[in-house]
C-alpha cells in the first residue's frame, strides 16, 4: 500500500517535471535557430525531454514489480 | 586389613577434619586436592569409599564419578558425593551417575561417620 | 498495377481480417482465455486516439505550423502520468456502478438524470460527428487518390458528384455495418466488446507500421536520413520558416496540450476504450507509458515526411495532408503506397467503429430510452426488449453515421470540416468540470451539472462552431467580424473585446469559465438532495469502499419480480447467471419469492444500467418495486454510519497493532528480567557455595571437639585456629558480598576527595609488610618525582591496593618472592602496575580472575582464605573513577596487575561508564 503511494507521488513529481520542461519559459531556452547534428534544436530538445519523461515513468512503474 | 577411604576435596581444612574424623573410626584414609589427582588416585589405590566434592579445579566430582562408573575394574568402589552445592537437581544428578549416597555441606560428622560405615559394612 | 477493383478487395480483405481477429477474439472470450486480458492490447486499444487526422493531418499539421503538431501527443504524455489517480478512480467507479458511456457517468454522478445524460449525449453527437466525417473524408480521398496512381491528383470536391458516385457514402455504409457487427452482436451486460478490443489493437499496429515504413523509406530512402533531410530542406529555406511558425511561447502550445490531454480520456472513443472495455486495473500501469510512448514513435517522421512533401512538390499543388500517401505515389512505390493507404484506413476504421458504438450507446440509453420509457408508461411493454435494444443501437449507429456522411457531403473542402479536430477536442473539454469535478467534489447537483455543461456547450458552440460555419460561407462574414446584429462586444471570437488570443485558446477560456461558474454557482445555490448525496459518495469515495455503499435504499420488491425486469432486457440465461453469481458473492442462498433486501435492489438496478443507463434503470427498477424515498437526513446518517464504522475500524487496527508491540515489549522485557533472574540466581547459589564451605570446616571441628574430649592439646590448638581462620573467611566474605551488592546497585558511599597516589602506594605497602615478611618476598617501589594527585575515593583506592598486594604475596615463591610496585604519569592519566614472580596466569584466566568466584587454579591451594570477590570489587572500583583494571603476563616470570586512573578523575566522568547504572548481579567484569 504505502509502495503504491510513493508510486503515484513519483508520478506526480514526473508530471510536474514535464510541465516544467515544456511549458515552462525554460523551453523556449531551445526555441533558437541552432542546429545540433543537424537537427533543429527546439525539435531534439522536445524529443529528448518526451523520450526521458516515458522511461522515467516506465522506470517508475516497472520499479513497482 | 582395614578398609581404604580416599577424601577428594580442594577444601584444605575440610580436607583435614574429614580425615581425621575417619581415622579415628580406623579406616585408613588419603587426600587428593583435586579431581585429576582424585581419578588418578582412585585407579592406582583402589580405595573401597571415595569423598567426593563436586566444585573442584581441572576435573570436577561429577566427571570423576563418571570416570570411575564407567571402569568395569572399579565397580566395587563406593562414592559419597560431598559438596556444599545442595539443590536437589545436583543431588539427582549424582545419584544418577552413580554415587552411591549424597551428603550436604555442612554435615554432622556423626552422621558421615555412620554413613560411611553403612556403605562399608556388608563388604565381605 | 494498382486500380478500383484491387483497392476495393484489399480494402475489403483488410477489413475481413479485422472481422476474423474480433470474431477469433470474441470466441476465445466465450471459452474464458481472453486474448485482450493483457496490458499492452489495453495500451494499443488506447491508440485509438491516433486517428486519420494524425495520420495524414499531422504531416499536414508540420507543414502548416512546424513544431505544432507536437501538443497534441505531448499533452497526454503528461497527462497518462495522472492516471494512476485519475483513470484509475474513473475505472473503479464505472465498474461498480456499470456505467457504460461518459453521459451515464455524468448522469449517474448528479442523481441519475435523464435530462444530464440527453445533455451529455447532444454535446458529444454535436462535438465528435464532424470528427467522423473527417474520417469519411480521408477514407474516401486516400481512396480516389490510390485510384490515380501513378498519377498524382488531388480529389475534387465530393459536392460536385452525385451521391451514389461518391465513395465516402459507401465507406460510411460499409462502417455502419461493419460496426453493427462488430459492437451489436450481442448485449453484454457490462457492455464490453473483447473482439473489438483485439481489432482496435491490431489497427493500432498497422497505422504504426505503415507510417513508420513510409517514413523510413522517406528517410532513408529517399534521403541520407534525418540531418540530410533537415540539411536539404534549410538550403531550400523551408524548415526556417516551418520552425518560426509556431513557438512554444505560442498560447496554442499549452492550449493544445491541455484540450489534448482531457480529450484523451474524455472522448467518447477513448472513454469507451480506457474505462468501459477495461479489463483489468492493473493494465493501467503499463498504459501510463507505453501509450505514450506508441504517440512519440508514431511521430517520429511526421516531421521528415511533411519536409520531404514540399522538396517533392514544391508548387503547393499537393495537400500536405495527403504527403504520407502521394511520396510513395511519386516514387513509384506500389506495395508501400497501398500499405501506406491501409495505414490510413486502419486509424480512420478503428476511430470511426469505436466512436460511433460509444455515440450510439448514449444515444439509446440518454435519449431513445427516456422516449421509449414514456411510451411504454401507456402503452404495453414488448416482452422482449433485448430485441428492442439492440435495434435501437443498430439504428442509432446507422444514424450517427449517416449524419456524419451528410456533414461530410455538406462541408466539403470547407474549413469547418479541415480544422474539427480541435474543435472537437474543445466540445468534449465541456465535460472535464462535471466528471473529473464530480469525482473529487461532493457538492455538484444536477442543476449545476446542467448549467455548466449547458453554459460551456452554448459558449462553445457560440464562439467555434458558428464561426467555423461563418468560414464555410454558410453565415455571413460580418456576424463573425462585426458580431451579431453588429454588437462589437459579442462578436463571437472577442468576445466581450477579449481580442489577441486564437480562437481555440478563447473558446476554451470563456467556454470553461461559463461551465465551471455555472456549474459550481448553481451547485451551490442548494445543498444537494438525498439522491444526489448518495451518488456523490459513491464515486467520491470510490477509492475507499471495498463494495458499493448499501442501504441506500428502502422499500418493498421482490427477488423474483427484479429478476423478471432485468430478463426482459439481458435475456434470461445471462440474469440466472449474474444473480447466482451474485448470492454465491454474498454468501447466501436466495428464495426468488421473498423480498428483496437494499443490496440485491443495488446489484439488479446495477445490472440494468450495464444496459439502458443509469437514469433508466432507476425508473425501471421503480416501476417493480415499491420505493419510499430516503430523506436527505436518513442518507446523510447513513453515510456517516458508514464513515464511523470505517474510521472504527481503522482505530481498531491502529489498536491492535499497539497491543502487539507493546506485547512485544513485554516479552522482551520478561526475557530480560529472567536473564537477570537466572544471573542473581547463578549469584545465589555461588555465594551459598562460599559460605558453606567455611561453616563446614567450622562445624566439623567444633563437633569432634565437643563429641571427644581425648583429643590432644596441639590438635585442638590447631582445630581452634582453623575455626577462628574460617570465622575470618566468612567474615570477610559476608562483607565483600555486600560491598560488591552496594556498588553494583549504585548504593555505594563514595567519599570523593584529593588522592595522592605515591602516598596511597607508600601506605599500602607498609600496611601489608608483615604478610611480605612472613613470606620472605621482598617489595620494590618505583615512584618517581612528580604530582600525582587523583581526584577519588581513598579509602577504596586503599583497598584495591591492598588487594592487589596480598594477592601478589599469594603466588610469590615462599623465600625469594619479589613484587615490584611501579607508579609513572601518562597524557592523560596515570599509571600503577603490581609486578610478582609467581606462576603467572594462564591467558585464558586473564578476564576469568574478574568474575566473582571465579579463582585461578590453585587458588585455594595456596590461599585458602581467598573470597573470589577482590578481584571484582577491585575492578569496579577503578572502573568507578573512570579507570580500568587489567592483568598481563610479564615476559620473564609472573602476573602484572595495572591500573589506570585519569587525571583529576571525578565520579562525573565515571558515571557514564562505571558500573553504578548497570543493574546488580549482570556485570560479569
Known amino acids: 500500500m504505502r509502495r503504491a503511494i510513493l508510486t503515484s507521488q513519483r508520478l506526480l513529481a514526473v508530471f510536474l517535471t514535464g510541465m516544467l520542461l515544456l511549458f515552462s519559459p525554460i523551453v523556449s531556452l531551445f526555441d533558437r535557430p541552432v542546429f545540433w547534428f543537424g537537427i533543429p534544436l527546439i525539435y531534439l530538445y522536445l524529443f529528448t525531454v518526451w523520450a526521458i519523461l516515458i522511461a522515467a515513468m516506465a522506470l517508475i512503474i516497472g520499479g513497482k514489480k | ?124 | 498495377m494498382l486500380g478500383g477493383p484491387l483497392i476495393v478487395v484489399t480494402s475489403f480483405l483488410y477489413l475481413g481480417l479485422l472481422f476474423a481477429i474480433a470474431y477469433w477474439a470474441d470466441r476465445r472470450a466465450d471459452q474464458g482465455r481472453s486474448v485482450i486480458a493483457h496490458p499492452t492490447v489495453y495500451a494499443l486499444s488506447l491508440a485509438v486516439y491516433c486517428t486519420a487526422w494524425t495520420y495524414y493531418g499531422s504531416v499536414g499539421r508540420a507543414v502548416q505550423s512546424g513544431i505544432g503538431f507536437l501538443p497534441i501527443y505531448l499533452g497526454p504524455t503528461l497527462g497518462a502520468a495522472l492516471w494512476v489517480f485519475l483513470l484509475l478512480k474513473m475505472i473503479r467507479v464505472s465498474k461498480s456502478q456499470r456505467i457504460t458511456s461518459i453521459a451515464d457517468f455524468i448522469s449517474s454522478r448528479h442523481g441519475k438524470s435523464h435530462l444530464l445524460g440527453g445533455l451529455v449525449t447532444v454535446i458529444a453527437v454535436v462535438g465528435v460527428v464532424p470528427y467522423i466525417a473527417l474520417q469519411l473524408k480521408a477514407v474516401s480521398n486516400s481512396f480516389t487518390i490510390l485510384m490515380h496512381y501513378p498519377d498524382i491528383t488531388m480529389p475534387g470536391s465530393a459536392t460536385a458528384l452525385p451521391i451514389w458516385q461518391d465513395t465516402a457514402l459507401y465507406v460510411a455504409l460499409l462502417l455502419a455495418l461493419f460496426t453493427i457487427l462488430f459492437g451489436t452482436r450481442h448485449l453484454d451486460a457490462s457492455e464490453r466488446h473483447e473482439g473489438l478490443v483485439a481489432a482496435i489493437a491490431f489497427e493500432s499496429i498497422v497505422k504504426l507500421v505503415a507510417l513508420t515504413a513510409v517514413g523510413l523509406f522517406v528517410t532513408f530512402g529517399l534521403y541520407g536520413g534525418f540531418a540530410d533531410i533537415m540539411q536539404q530542406a534549410q538550403e531550400a529555406g523551408l524548415l526556417q520558416s516551418m520552425m518560426n511558425a509556431t513557438s512554444v511561447s505560442d498560447q496554442n502550445w499549452f492550449t493544445f496540450s491541455f484540450l489534448a490531454a482531457m480529450a484523451v480520456i474524455l472522448l467518447p472513443r477513448q472513454f469507451q476504450v480506457a474505462v468501459v472495455e477495461n479489463s483489468s486495473e492493473r493494465h493501467i500501469s503499463r498504459a501510463v507509458w507505453l501509450f505514450p510512448l506508441y504517440l512519440l514513435l508514431i511521430n517520429i517522421f511526421v516531421l521528415p515526411i511533411a519536409l520531404a512533401g514540399q522538396l517533392a512538390f514544391p508548387d503547393g499543388r499537393v495537400d500536405a495532408d495527403t504527403f504520407v500517401l502521394t511520396l510513395p505515389i511519386a516514387h513509384g512505390q506500389e506495395l508501400l503506397a497501398m500499405f501506406s493507404y491501409l495505414g490510413g484506413l486502419s486509424a480512420a476504421t478503428g476511430m470511426v467503429i469505436v466512436e460511433t458504438i460509444a455515440l450510439s450507446t448514449m444515444v439509446c440509453n440518454d435519449l431513445v430510452m427516456p422516449v421509449l420509457l414514456r411510451h411504454w408508461r401507456t402503452r404495453s411493454v414488448p416482452a422482449d426488449l433485448t430485441a428492442v435494444l439492440l435495434r435501437v443501437r443498430r439504428g442509432a449507429i446507422f444514424g450517427i453515421l449517416l449524419l456524419g456522411y451528410t456533414y461530410f457531403h455538406v462541408a466539403g473542402e470547407a474549413y469547418a470540416l479541415v480544422s474539427i479536430g480541435l474543435i472537437s477536442f474543445a466540445a468534449v473539454a465541456q465535460f472535464a468540470p462535471t466528471m473529473i469535478g464530480g469525482l473529487y467534489w461532493r457538492g455538484g447537483t444536477q442543476a449545476g451539472a446542467l448549467a455548466g455543461l449547458g453554459a460551456g456547450f452554448t459558449v462553445w458552440l457560440y464562439t467555434l462552431l458558428l464561426p467555423s460555419f461563418a468560414k464555410s460561407g454558410w453565415l455571413p462574414m460580418a456576424f463573425l467580424e462585426s458580431g451579431p446584429f453588429g454588437i462589437h462586444l459579442l462578436a463571437p471570437q472577442a468576445l466581450f473585446g477579449l481580442e489577441g488570443m486564437n480562437e481555440i485558446s478563447h473558446t476554451l477560456f470563456w467556454s470553461l469559465t461559463a461551465n465551471i461558474g455555472a456549474y459550481l454557482m448553481v451547485s451551490l445555490l442548494r445543498p444537494p438532495n438525498a439522491e444526489e448525496t448518495a451518488q456523490a459518495s459513491l464515486f467520491v469515495d470510490a477509492m475507499k469502499y471495498d463494495r458499493p455503499a448499501i442501504g441506500l435504499w428502502r422499500g418493498n420488491a421482490e427477488v423474483a419480480e427484479l429478476k423478471r425486469l432485468a430478463s426482459r432486457f439481458l435475456g434470461r440465461d445471462k440474469v440466472d447467471t449474474a444473480f447466482a453469481e451474485f448470492s454465491r458473492n454474498r454468501g447466501t442462498g436466495y428464495n426468488p419469492a421473498q423480498p428483496a433486501d437494499a443490496e440485491t435492489v443495488h446489484f439488479a438496478e446495477t445490472l440494468l444500467t450495464g444496459a439502458i443507463g443509469s437514469a433508466s434503470a432507476r425508473v425501471m427498477v421503480a416501476s417493480v418495486a415499491q420505493e419510499e424515498p430516503l430523506g436527505l437526513e436518513e442518507v446523510m446518517g447513513i453515510l456517516d454510519e458508514a464513515s464511523r464504522i470505517r474510521a472504527y475500524s481503522k482505530e481498531l487496527e491502529q489498536k491492535s497493532r499497539e497491543l502487539e508491540a507493546a506485547t512485544a515489549e513485554l516479552r522482551e522485557a520478561n526475557t530480560r528480567l529472567q536473564e537477570l533472574d537466572q544471573l542473581k540466581d547463578d549469584f545465589m547459589s555461588s555465594v551459598t557455595h562460599e559460605l558453606r564451605t567455611p561453616l563446614t570446616s567450622i562445624r566439623a571441628f567444633s563437633e569432634m571437639l565437643l563429641d571427644d574430649p581425648r583429643i590432644k592439646l596441639d590438635d585442638r590448638m590447631r582445630f581452634l585456629g582453623i575455626i577462628v581462620g574460617e570465622t575470618e573467611r566468612l567474615t570477610r566474605l559476608v562483607n565483600q558480598v555486600l560491598d560488591l551488592a552496594r556498588i553494583e546497585s549504585g548504593r555505594g558511599e563514595w567519599t570523593t576527595g584529593e588522592v595522592d597516589l605515591a602516598e596511597l602506594i607508600r601506605q599500602s605497602i607498609e600496611t601489608t609488610g608483615q604478610l611480605f615478611r612472613d613470606k620472605g618476598a621482598e617489595v620494590e617501589t618505583r615512584i618517581p618525582e612528580g604530582d600525582f594527585r587523583v581526584s577519588a575515593d581513598r579509602d577504596r583506592l586503599l583497598q584495591v591496593m591492598l588487594n592487589l598486594l596480598s594477592n601478589a604475596v599469594k603466588f610469590v615463591p615462599s623465600g625469594n618472592g619479589r613484587i615490584a610496585v611501579t607508579l609513572s604519569g601518562g597524557e592523560t592519566d596515570f599509571l600503577v602496575s603490581v609486578a610478582d614472580n609467581g606462576p603467572g596466569i594462564a591467558a585464558g584466566q586473564q578476564e576469568l580472575i574478574f568474575e566473582k568466584f571465579q579463582r585461578g587454579d590453585g587458588d585455594n591451594l595456596a590461599n585458602p582464605m581467598g573470597t573470589g570477590l577482590g578481584l571484582p570489587i577491585s575492578r569496579q572500583i577503578i572502573e568507578h573513577f573512570g579507570g580500568h583494571l587489567w592483568v598481563e603476563n610479564q615476559p620473564g616470570k609472573g602476573a602484572i596487575f595495572s591500573f589506570r586512573m585519569p587525571k583529576g578523575s571525578s565520579t562525573l566522568s565515571a558515571s557514564e561508564t562505571g558500573p553504578s547504572d548497570e543493574p546488580a548481579y549482570s556485570d560479569r567484569g
Open chain 2, 1 to 124: 586389613m582395614s578398609q581404604h577411604i580416599l577424601i577428594v576435596d580442594d577444601e584444605k581444612n575440610i580436607a583435614i577434619s574429614v580425615d581425621y574424623l575417619l581415622r579415628r573410626e580406623g579406616y585408613e584414609v588419603s587426600v587428593a586436592h583435586d579431581g585429576e589427582e582424585g581419578l588418578r588416585r582412585i585407579r592406582d589405590d583402589r580405595p573401597d569409599l571415595v569423598l567426593l566434592d563436586i566444585m573442584m579445579p581441572k576435573l570436577n566430582g561429577f566427571q570423576v564419578c563418571e570416570a570411575v562408573r564407567q571402569d568395569p575394574e572399579l565397580a566395587g568402589v563406593r562414592i559419597v558425593m560431598l559438596t556444599a552445592k545442595g539443590r536437589d537437581a545436583e543431588k539427582e544428578k549424582g545419584l544418577a551417575l552413580g554415587a552411591d549416597a549424597y551428603i550436604t555441606k555442612p554435615f554432622a560428622t556423626r552422621e558421615l561417620v555412620s554413613q560411611v560405615k553403612a556403605l562399608l559394612q556388608p563388604t565381605t
